[in-house]
């Protein structure tokens, strides 16, 4: 279990799946995309830091602790 936060409005969503995975669903999931099939063409979006992994303006930390 991860929680992904909304960097413009604070929201937290939680998803049962790898980090990487949750933050690329959460962004995806806010353009109306919810076939996860579909979820590799995001991967080039995915930024990665030291601790954080972001897509557009969702963020999570790769060890799945919460903000």
């Known amino acids: 279990m ?3 936060v909304n960097l413009c409005d604070g929201s937290k969503q939680h998803y049962g799946c790898d ?3 949750a933050v690329v669903a959460a962004y995806a999931q806010s ?3 919810f076939n996860t099939w ?4 995001y ?3 995915i930024e ?3 601790l ?3 897509c557009g303006d969702f963020s999570v930390f790769k060890d799945g602790r919460e903000f």
Not at 38 to 41: L, S
């Open 52 to 54: 954080t992994f972001c």
């Open 43 to 45: 991967n080039n979006l």
């Open 38 to 41: 579909d979820y590799d063409q």
């Open 2 to 4: 991860c929680t992904v």
């Open 19 to 21: 980090p990487k995975m």
């Open 48 to 50: 990665e830091g030291e």
């Open 31 to 33: 353009l109306g995309d």
